[in-house]
């Protein structure tokens, strides 16, 4: 009896030390702005010290649960980073704000940027250079016959070209389908223009 009676008076000599709330669990949302009230999709977003956290959508809108006190981070491209606390003893667990963020702009040192390693060979290439006078040249070296007729011999032909080929062809088959098409082995005409071309000289060999 005594052992029990010194129990109670050293606990009560000693009192029990006050346990600190713990937080409460708050649905943080809301969305991240710049100064002129743009959207900034993609913002990392954490609680410091954690990782626990979330990412902003494409509208710059946020939302994940967090702790009353806790110090959200959040950080992207091109803006300066910042903090923001959510405060205590809120009236219900949710809590909404509209964080803006300012712009981060980095001054970067001239640069120059020269094609030749040095003055004098760049004296000695532009000396010796060899442009047409003027614009004139250029067009009739350009619109000359030979060239233009280079040129055309060298593409490819185009849609509309395509297009009438394979209508041409399309309409052939048609038009012996069901039948045998002609063979220009024997056809006269064919013949004819073939002696005309080759007295004409359309075979020989061009130097």
């Known amino acids: 009896m005594r052992t029990v009676l010194a129990a109670i008076v050293l606990a009560a000599s000693f009192p029990l030390t006050a346990q600190p709330p713990i937080p409460q669990l708050v649905q943080f949302s809301g969305v991240v702005v710049t100064d002129s009230l743009a959207p900034i999709p ?18 710059g809108y946020f939302s994940f649960v967090a702790q009353e006190g806790d110090t959200i981070l959040f950080s992207a491209l091109g803006f300066v980073r910042s903090n923001y606390v959510i405060p205590s003893d809120l009236p219900e667990n949710k809590y909404s704000m509209i964080h803006v963020m300012s712009r981060d702009t980095v001054w970067l040192k001239e640069a120059v940027v020269y094609p030749w390693p040095s003055k004098e060979q760049f004296s000695e290439a532009f000396m010796n250079l060899n ?29 509309y070209q395509s297009y009438q080929y394979q209508m041409a062809m399309d309409q052939t088959k048609l038009y012996y389908s069901g039948g045998t098409p002609p063979i220009n082995l024997f056809n006269p005409v064919a013949w004819a223009q073939f002696i005309q071309a080759w007295q004409n000289g359309a075979f020989r060999k061009k130097d």
Do not use: C, H, K, W
């Open 131 to 159: 442009l047409p006078a003027d614009d004139y040249q250029l067009t009739l070296r350009n619109l000359s016959p030979a060239e233009m007729v280079q040129r055309m011999e060298s593409l490819p032909p185009d849609a």
């Open 42 to 59: 993609f913002t990392n977003i954490l609680v410091r010290n954690t990782y626990r956290g979330t990412m902003s959508d494409v509208f």
